[in-house]
């Protein structure tokens, strides 16, 4: 059974850098389809980056390439989200999820694993 652990996050002005982190035990990042997905007040979650399984080709929204780098550490089992030139249209509840049997990170659901969050704001 895989489990995620966020970390990372904070608070920063608008133009900064933050570094979100998710840990997985349970299975090696090789073996699982991985994404990173926030959630506003009053909106929908939405997918922001993730990576696929084996190869861990990257994928990003359109509102963040450019500004956000997707990685993998498979030595720490951990997936990183470096987030550069924040805006206040970036805050949000920043969730992990995975999936051994999906390929494409936009389609994990909440039939998936998910990680309880965690909060990046950021101030104009």
């Known amino acids: 059974q895989v489990q995620l652990s966020e970390s990372g996050g904070g608070s920063v002005q608008a133009g900064g850098s933050l570094r979100v982190s998710c840990t997985a035990t349970g299975r090696t990042l090789s073996e699982i389809t991985m994404g990173w997905f926030r959630q506003a007040p009053g909106k929908e979650r939405e997918f922001v980056a993730g990576?696929?399984?084996?190869?861990?080709?990257?994928a990003y929204a359109d509102s963040v390439r450019g500004r956000f780098t997707i990685s993998r550490d498979d030595a720490k089992n951990t997936m990183h989200l470096q987030m550069d030139i924040l805006k206040p249209g970036d805050t949000a509840l920043y969730y992990c999820?995975?999936?051994?049997?999906?390929?494409?990170?936009?389609?994990?659901?909440?039939?998936?694993?998910w990680g309880r969050g965690t909060q990046v704001t950021v101030s104009s």
């Open positions: 990576l696929t399984r084996s190869a861990g080709n990257s």
């Open positions: 999820a995975a999936s051994s049997s999906k390929w494409n990170p936009r389609y994990l659901d909440v039939n998936d694993i």
